[in-house]
């Protein structure tokens, strides 16, 4: 009974919380309530668009665990140097500490609730009294994220429950199993929602002005590129996915000008007070000060204490302390000596230097302590270090960074999307790109990726669809190697399947 009523009350009654600056103007229009419940939607516009802007609410919710999933398999954090103890999560994932008994997310991850509430929308807005107009913008909305989320899903665990109606009533607990769905039918699914999205956005690519922090056409393009090459690459899509993967993209491209495009400073993609606009962002996530700040990437802080005896220089000066007087969070995952070393040796890379702060000890001989993530550190009101900084879903290093891999595997010359990437990190003394084997071509792109996403949850994601020989080349072989194929996915929990018996274990574990 316990199960039952928990999904009901995840499936037919959405409590929101509505906090995000993006939504604010939408939601002086709407009549306050704390709950929405199904029947007053259908009759209520403002009810059925307080619906869909908790979605938004909803989503950001997940900000750390799509960094996670994106990231924390990764080369970037593994092994590295902190200052504190290890921060679990982090360490289980970045040694790949996996097995059928030793599962890093139970539940989904939680993507259900989100999926269980997109549904809900998409079910209900062409019933409800909202104009044509809104209903299909908000409904392209929501196939694009639906599309997303299920991406996400099924680069983590293959083969993953299908839901895409809302459940209204439940009678017994034998009507919440469900069976996993193979890749091949997921897959299927996010390609006609990423259709369906296209088709009710029109043929318009114009971004909202403001804060880019609503699904668009462009994210919807942009995935698409990002599906087919994993498509292409990973379930038998071959040359035809590529192909389609690069007219997308190019479509994106063809679109730069001053509404979107590279932001002449990296750090400026980032930054709290250049949030409107920003023709980098195609989608974020949103955080305001006095209403939701970023908790993501306290553990790539440093606690006040040590910030006193930590420098940005192998000298006593600067110390953490004098650059980041109010900030206070832990230094559980670090980078190795390494790392540190591949990233910051050679012409000056300006992402490095917006990305993260080098930490040394300030007493002799200047030991290296760790490094401290930067480009999360919000902004200072009075006294206070607020993390304010949106974290984007997709930008347009993003598509440029598509496109190259779509190009590469297709055997064409990316040297146009890779320069153009390089000259705004590099400026003048940009490397310059030769056009050499798929491999060759490819290794540059991660690379790129590599530097371009440090803490933007990217890094394993870029590695997977590269493929599973760029695994194996960058992940420590006692982690990750070709007899450990199993563990590019995650298990999922004997809880899971003891809640329900028509689930089976991820193959391998």
């Known amino acids: 009974m316990k199960r039952i009523n928990y999904m009901l009350a995840v499936i037919t009654g959405v409590t929101l919380v509505f906090s995000a600056t993006s939504c604010k103007k939408q939601l002086g229009e709407v009549v306050p309530q704390d709950q929405i419940s199904t029947s007053l939607a259908l009759t209520d516009a403002n009810a059925a668009q307080t619906l ?37 999560t982090s ?122 922090t609503f699904w668009n ?54 930054d709290p007070t250049k949030k409107s606009n920003n023709p980098e962002i195609i989608m974020a996530l ?52 390494a790392m540190v070393t591949r990233l910051t040796s050679g012409p000056a890379d300006q992402r490095v230097n917006y990305s993260f702060r080098v930490m040394y000890s300030t007493v002799p001989p200047h030991a290296y302590r760790g490094v401290l993530l930067s480009k999360w550190t919000g ?21 440029l960074l598509l496109l190259a891999e779509a190009k590469a595997k297709l055997g064409e010359d990316p040297g146009a999307e890779i320069t153009q990437i390089r000259q705004r990190a590099y400026g003048a003394g940009a490397p310059v790109f030769t056009n050499g084997s798929v491999t060759d071509n490819m290794n540059a792109i991660l690379e790129e990726y590599l530097r371009e996403f440090i803490g933007e949850g990217k890094r394993w994601w870029a590695l997977r669809r590269a493929g599973d020989s760029y695994v194996y080349s960058n992940i420590r072989s006692i982690y990750l190697s070709p007899t450990t194929t199993a563990k590019m996915l995650l298990p999922i929990s004997q809880s899971m399947m003891n809640n329900d018996p028509l689930l089976t274990q991820t193959t391998g574990y």
Not at 105 to 127: A, R, S
Not at 146 to 159: N, Q, S
Not at 382 to 399: H, I, K, W
């Open 217 to 270: 056409r462009v994210a919807t393009l942009t995935l698409k590129g990002d599906v087919y090459i994993w498509s292409g690459t990973h379930m038998g899509g071959g040359n035809t996915d590529l192909t389609t993967a690069k007219n997308v993209l190019t479509e994106v491209k063809n679109l730069q000008g001053a509404a979107l495009n590279l932001n002449a400073v990296y750090g400026n993609s980032f």
């Open 91 to 212: 360490q289980q994932l970045y040694t790949h500490n996996i097995s059928a008994l030793n599962v890093p997310y139970g539940n989904w991850g939680g993507f259900y609730n989100l999926i269980y509430q997109i549904n809900n929308v998409i079910k209900v807005i062409p019933q409800s009294p909202v104009i044509q107009a809104n209903k299909d913008k908000w409904l392209a909305e929501m196939y694009g994220i639906r599309a997303y989320i299920y991406y996400t899903m099924l680069r983590t665990w293959g083969a993953v429950p299908l839901t895409t109606e809302p459940v209204t009533s439940i009678s017994n607990a034998a009507e919440t199993y469900k069976a996993r769905t193979s890749a091949d039918s997921v897959m299927l699914q996010i390609k006609n929602d990423i259709e369906q999205s296209l088709t009710l956005f029109g043929s318009s690519n114009t971004i909202p002005a403001g804060n880019r």
């Open 286 to 337: 949103n955080y305001e000060l006095g209403q939701a700040t970023q908790g993501s990437f306290s553990i790539f802080l440093v606690n006040g204490v040590q910030s006193s005896s930590y420098s940005f220089a192998q000298a006593p000066t600067p110390t953490v302390q004098s650059v980041y007087p109010y900030i206070n969070g832990a230094n559980r995952v670090g980078m190795t000596s």
């Open 379 to 399: 902004s200072v009101t009075g006294t206070s270090q607020v993390y304010n900084n949106d974290f984007p879903l997709y930008r347009y290093a993003d598509v």
């Open 52 to 88: 869909y802007v908790g979605v938004y609410s909803r989503l950001r919710a997940y900000n750390s665990t799509l960094f996670n999933l994106g990231e924390m398999r990764s080369d970037i954090w593994a092994d590295g140097i902190f200052t504190e103890s290890a921060d679990g």
